[in-house]
């Protein structure tokens, strides 16, 4: 199985501060297709995980657009310019090239 | 406005069979492949098993293959996972998850219901 690795593990932020989030693949997640289905996920305390970003770079509707996705074959980062209160919780990245679909192991974003 | 409500959790002890719902509104169900993906408490996300709009395809991660069967009812816009020989490790929060036909990511999902496999 494909393994996702996220870092950091927790990070700290202040209002307005700009962060990035790691996600390392052990192995490429470019398909076949010319499409890598890499995907972002944020699950707020208490709340169900929701989509923020697929194949990489794709903003889902309705998420603010301070939330940036970059990267190819094994590298990826989730970048949050300007971090706002409601931005705290677990960002998950996620596999959809290789079966069976993975997620990473998480990065908690907590709010100083 | 989209809805995945999951139900049927509970506590069940090792050995023992639980089928767990999720029943769909505010879209056509019979259009999405749906999915139940599970959290272990204070653990990540392991996806669990897939089934394509029209049933023709399903899928199920290696830990539970042989041991649950997902199915829907597109009659009645209601997902199932039944789950037999419970171990403690299925413990977990299990949600249902829509997924575009033809994407690769999970656009809404259930609020999750809680199994637990505990004598």
């Known amino acids: 199985d494909v393994v996702l690795t996220q870092t950091p593990p927790t990070l700290s932020a202040t209002i307005g501060q700009s962060v990035s989030i790691s996600c390392r693949s052990s192995q490429s997640l470019l398909d076949s297709d010319g499409d890598t289905y890499l995907n972002w996920l944020l699950q707020r305390p208490g709340q169900s995980p929701q989509l923020l970003i697929y194949?990489?770079?794709n903003l889902e509707s309705g998420v603010p657009n301070r939330f940036s996705g970059s990267g190819s074959e094994t590298d990826f980062t989730l970048k949050i310019s300007g971090v706002e209160a409601e931005d705290l919780g677990v960002y998950y990245c996620?596999?959809?090239?290789?079966?069976?679909?993975?997620f990473g192991s998480g990065t908690k974003l907590e709010i100083k | 406005e989209v809805q995945l409500v999951e139900s049927g959790g509970g506590l069940v002890q090792p050995g023992r069979s639980l089928k767990l719902s999720c029943v769909a509104s505010?879209?056509?169900?019979?259009?999405?492949?749906m999915n139940w993906i599970r959290q272990a408490p204070g653990k990540g996300l392991e996806w669990v098993a897939y089934?394509?709009?029209?049933?023709?395809?399903?899928y199920y991660a290696e830990t539970v293959k042989g041991r649950f069967t997902i199915s829907r009812d597109n009659a009645k816009n209601t997902l199932y996972l039944q789950m037999t020989s419970l171990r403690s490790e299925d413990t977990a929060l299990y949600y249902c998850a829509r997924r575009p036909t033809v994407a690769t990511y999970f656009d809404y999902w259930g609020q999750g219901v809680m199994v637990t496999v505990s004598s």
């Open positions: 996620m596999q959809a090239t290789h079966a069976p679909l993975t």
């Open positions: 089934i394509s709009s029209g049933s023709s395809y399903i």
């Open positions: 505010g879209f056509t169900f019979s259009n999405y492949g």
């Open positions: 194949s990489v770079s």
